[in-house]
Structure formats: C-alpha cells, structure tokens
C-alpha cells in the first residue's frame, strides 16, 4: 500500500494492517491460551465430573437386586476426596470389588453406612436404585 502524503490525515483513523495482524495473532493466542487451559483444568476439577452418578452392578443384578447408585458428587460435595481415595476407595472405576459381605463388615459403602454416619444397610432400595437392564 502506498502512503502518499495525501493520505496523512485518514492515517489516523485508519489502523495499519500490520498492527491488524498482530492484533489478530494476540487473539488468537488469547484463544488458544485460553482453550489449552480449561481443557487441561476442567477434567480434573470440573463440577461436572464430580456430579457425576456412578453405577456398580457387577454383581446386583445377578442377585436380583437393582444397580446401585452412588452419587460421586454429593459424597464429594460432604466428604474430602482423601477420606475415600484411597482410604475406602482405589480411584478408579471398577477398581473396587465391593460386596454386600465386605459392607456390612464396615468395609467400602458400610465405613460409612452404619446409620450413625449415613443412613444403614438396611435401607436397600436407597442404594440399589438403579435402572433395572434385564427382563
Ligand atoms: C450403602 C449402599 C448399600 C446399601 C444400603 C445396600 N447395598 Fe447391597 N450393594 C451395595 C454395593 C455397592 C454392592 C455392589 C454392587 C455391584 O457391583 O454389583 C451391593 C451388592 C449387593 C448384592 C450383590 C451380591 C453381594 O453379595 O454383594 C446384593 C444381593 C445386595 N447388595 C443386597 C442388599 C440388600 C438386601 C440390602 C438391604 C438389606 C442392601 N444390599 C443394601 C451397596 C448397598
Ligand atoms: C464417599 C467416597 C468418595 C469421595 C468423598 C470421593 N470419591 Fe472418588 N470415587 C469413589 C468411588 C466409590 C469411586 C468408584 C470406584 C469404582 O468404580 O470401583 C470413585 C472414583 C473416582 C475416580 C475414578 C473415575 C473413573 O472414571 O475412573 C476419580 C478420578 C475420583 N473418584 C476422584 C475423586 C475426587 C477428585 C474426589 C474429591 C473431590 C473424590 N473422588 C471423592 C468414592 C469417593
Ligand atoms: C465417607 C463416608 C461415606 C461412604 C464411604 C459412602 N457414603 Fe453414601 N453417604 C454418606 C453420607 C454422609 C450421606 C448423607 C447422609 C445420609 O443420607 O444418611 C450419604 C448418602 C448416600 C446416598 C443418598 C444420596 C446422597 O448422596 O445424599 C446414597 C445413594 C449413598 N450414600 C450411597 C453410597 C454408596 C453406594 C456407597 C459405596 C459405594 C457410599 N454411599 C459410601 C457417606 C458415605
């Protein structure tokens, strides 16, 4: 682009496309900054994941009992991730063979279900309240 010295007065309104560029290239770094960090810090922090409802079903419906429910993020929301991981709980699905046998030896569900802490084992359905998936 020529510059006559004509244009001197709308050069100032005007920006140069070269500052155009690294405007465009600070915003897009911004983006990317940006991007890069919730990708890497919402996984592990997120609210979403610690909502998450995770089911155990190994071995209820075998024995005729629904699927149990255990909802991750309230136990979070009361309990500190150090009381369960790995107190109780190795952290990582499916990594825990929990049974009704080791709850009610105070072990798994049952350190906490024993109806001074939580509510009891007794209560069944509170826990086993999942989805039935077969007929
Ligand atoms: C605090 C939660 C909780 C309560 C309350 C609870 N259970 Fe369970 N129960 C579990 C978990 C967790 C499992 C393992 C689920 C799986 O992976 O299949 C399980 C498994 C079972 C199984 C599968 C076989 C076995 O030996 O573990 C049976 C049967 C069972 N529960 C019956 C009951 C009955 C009957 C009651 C009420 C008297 C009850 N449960 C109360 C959490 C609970
Ligand atoms: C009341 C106990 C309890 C508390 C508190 C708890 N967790 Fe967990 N967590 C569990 C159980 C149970 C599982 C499932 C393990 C299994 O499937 O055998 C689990 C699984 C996980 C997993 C594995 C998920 C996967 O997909 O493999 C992660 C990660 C995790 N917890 C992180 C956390 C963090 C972070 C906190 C604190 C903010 C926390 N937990 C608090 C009980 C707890
Ligand atoms: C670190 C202690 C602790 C452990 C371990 C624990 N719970 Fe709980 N749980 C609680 C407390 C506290 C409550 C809330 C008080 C109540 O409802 O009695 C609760 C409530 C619940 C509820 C009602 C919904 C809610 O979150 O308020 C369900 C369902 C439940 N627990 C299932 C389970 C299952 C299944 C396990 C094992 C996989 C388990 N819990 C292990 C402490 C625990």
Do not use: Q, W
């Not at 690294?22 to 890497?40: C, G, H, P, Q, S």
């Not at 929301?77 to 699905?93: G, P």
């Amino acid at each position: 682009m020529k510059r006559g010295r004509g244009d001197a007065g709308k050069r100032r309104n005007t920006v140069s496309p070269f500052r155009r560029f690294v405007k465009m290239i600070m915003r897009f770094l911004i983006a990317f900054i940006v991007t890069i960090f919730t990708a890497l810090y919402l996984p592990l922090n997120s609210v979403s994941a610690l909502e998450e409802k995770m089911v155990f079903n190994r071995y209820a419906e075998k024995y005729d009992m629904k699927p149990v429910v255990f909802t991750h993020g309230l136990h979070s929301k009361r309990n500190k991730c150090e009381e369960c991981h790995d107190a109780i709980f190795v952290k990582k699905k499916g990594g825990n063979d929990i049974n009704m046998s080791k709850n009610s030896k105070g072990l798994y569900c049952g350190k906490c279900h024993d109806g001074k802490t939580a509510y009891p084992l007794l209560k069944c359905e509170r826990c086993h309240s999942g989805e039935t998936t077969k007929k």
